[in-house]
């Protein structure tokens, strides 16, 4: 039977339609289809659903409460409210189907039921769906942590970036970490995120939602160290507070302690923190009750510990007690391999923590930091790409935004040629000079392999073959 043109652009028969073709489309899709009236028996089951439900007839289910057919249903809720369940998970004869529950109105808008449609029987599907969420849920309970805890860490292993394998070996040995509740030395040239490390492994660990407490030992007087670390009891010397004060190790209670610049603690303290080590308890200045403590301490160092003890200036019995777990951390110069994840990072940071327009490093940038030593590592790689943010006007920086800020009279490595102190050129031919050792580099470093070579530099292929013989380079068989 045709349908009349007239009723065809009827916007209320066009309606009336979109609703039986959806209907039908989600009862073909779906696993199962149940309905329910307004006071929650049954009206309608599809025959795909009489397996699941344990039944083999429709008639068996029609007429009976949904509790009876489907135990701890939610569906007599949303008759009652009104509201849908849009997307749910189910458990329904030992299997998880996942669900959508919707009301069922009248032409007056009025609740007359509820509808239910199994949109799958099978969770195999979901999962990458569900790991984000469950992923989420994480985030979420970390970010309330913090904006709750002001002694909480911020950092992850999502934020200690680079593959190159020194620093895969020490996320690999952090991860370890996190999974015990063991003593963690971290060691490593300054600047090479000894911190943010040790966040990371209290962030990854049972201890998460406890306090993160770092004290870095050689800025705390000598005078005032041991009541910073043990506490203070009420009156315990003249000018103590009358209350007391709590220690570094009762405010770490149940979470982490992070002791950084370990090698510059005096000795005297030094069997204090053993004894706290081994016996999980303090007793505070002035006083002479013992009080137990549970608190991991990751500590840090960028001395040799060794040759400390071996010099009598650091106690090898607490050497051994920190040193349960080392874990190295490479300098910058070593994972150069990792500069341009690095670089993107920390500028997402530094954008982020100021009134900064979006920064873009390009390949003769990294060219550039990729020659000096960073005896500074991260840290100072931070400071000098903040320090050429602020002095950009485009934020788009290259080679030349670091020449003119890079230390004067510290290490290059792979300096090109030096000329004689009264050269001067002009800009235009040592700016050519500059790429040409550029190039020189990139092959020198890929052992002649063109697309090696270009893809450090980030070009193309035919951009490096250009430049190439621009400069009269020539490349050898490896390059073919």
């Known amino acids: 039977m045709s349908v009349p043109t007239s009723a065809v652009s009827d916007p209320a028969y066009l309606r009336a339609r979109a609703m039986v073709t959806l209907f039908e489309r989600l009862e073909n899709l779906c696993e199962g289809a149940i309905a329910i009236d ?23 289910a029609i007429g009976r409460p949904i509790e009876e057919i489907i135990p701890n249903s939610l569906m007599r809720k949303v008759a009652e409210t009104g509201e849908p369940i849009l ?23 009025k609740v007359i039921g509820a509808i239910g449609f199994v949109l799958y029987d099978h969770l195999e599907s979901l999962k990458p769906l569900l790991a984000r969420v469950a ?80 004290v870095n030992v050689a800025a705390i007087p000598e005078t005032l160290i041991e009541s910073e670390f043990f506490g203070t009891a009420p009156g315990a010397y003249t000018g103590a507070d009358r209350k007391g004060r709590e220690g570094k190790f009762r405010i770490a209670d149940g979470g982490t302690l992070f002791l950084d610049e370990i090698g ?24 002479d009750k013992i009080s137990k403590v549970d608190v991991r301490v990751i ?30 951390l490479p300098p910058l110069r070593q994972c150069l391999d990792d500069l341009p994840d690095i670089c993107a990072r920390l500028l997402d940071d530094i954008s982020a923590s100021g009134d900064y327009v979006k920064a873009k490093i390009t390949p003769s940038a990294l060219a550039a930091l990729a020659r000096y030593d960073w005896p500074g590592n991260v840290r100072e790689l931070r400071n000098i790409l903040e320090r050429a943010l602020i002095l950009s006007d485009s934020g788009r920086l290259t080679g030349d935004d670091f020449v003119r800020i890079l230390p004067v009279g510290t290490e290059v490595r792979l300096a090109p040629p030096a000329r004689p102190a009264a050269a001067v050129v002009p800009y235009a031919e040592a700016e050519a000079e500059f790429e040409k050792h550029t190039l020189e580099q990139a092959l020198a470093a890929s052992n002649g392999q063109i697309s090696e070579a270009a893809k450090m530099l980030r070009i193309s292929r035919a951009t490096f073959y250009k430049k190439l013989a621009k400069f009269g380079l020539a490349t050898g068989p490896a390059s073919v």
């Open 264 to 287: 510059e603690m005096p000795l005297q303290l030094q069997a204090k923190l053993l004894r706290v080590l081994q016996e999980r308890e303090i007793e505070p200045l002035g006083s």
């Open 38 to 60: 307004r006071g929650g028996r049954v009206v309608y089951v599809n025959e795909k659903y009489l397996a699941s439900l344990g039944l083999r007839h429709t008639a068996e």
């Open 299 to 328: 500590a840090a160092t960028n001395v040799d510990l060794r040759k400390r003890v071996s010099d009598g200036a650091f106690r090898p019995d607490l050497y051994y007690r920190l040193n349960v777990l080392s874990v190295d």
């Open 135 to 214: 992923q989420l849920e994480s985030d979420l309970r970390l970010a309330r942590r913090q904006l709750s805890n002001a002694r909480a860490a911020r950092f992850t292993f999502a934020d200690f970036v680079g593959t190159t394998p020194a620093i895969a070996q020490a996320k690999e040995l952090a991860g370890r970490a996190a999974r015990q509740s063991v003593t963690v030395l971290l060691t490593g040239e300054t600047g090479t995120g000894k911190e943010m490390l040790a966040q990371a492994i209290h962030n990854a660990s049972s201890r998460a939602d406890k306090p993160f407490v770092s």
């Open 87 to 109: 997307l749910d998970i189910m458990e329904l004869g030992g299997e998880q189907l996942v669900v959508t529950r919707m009301p069922i109105e009248d032409e007056n808008r």
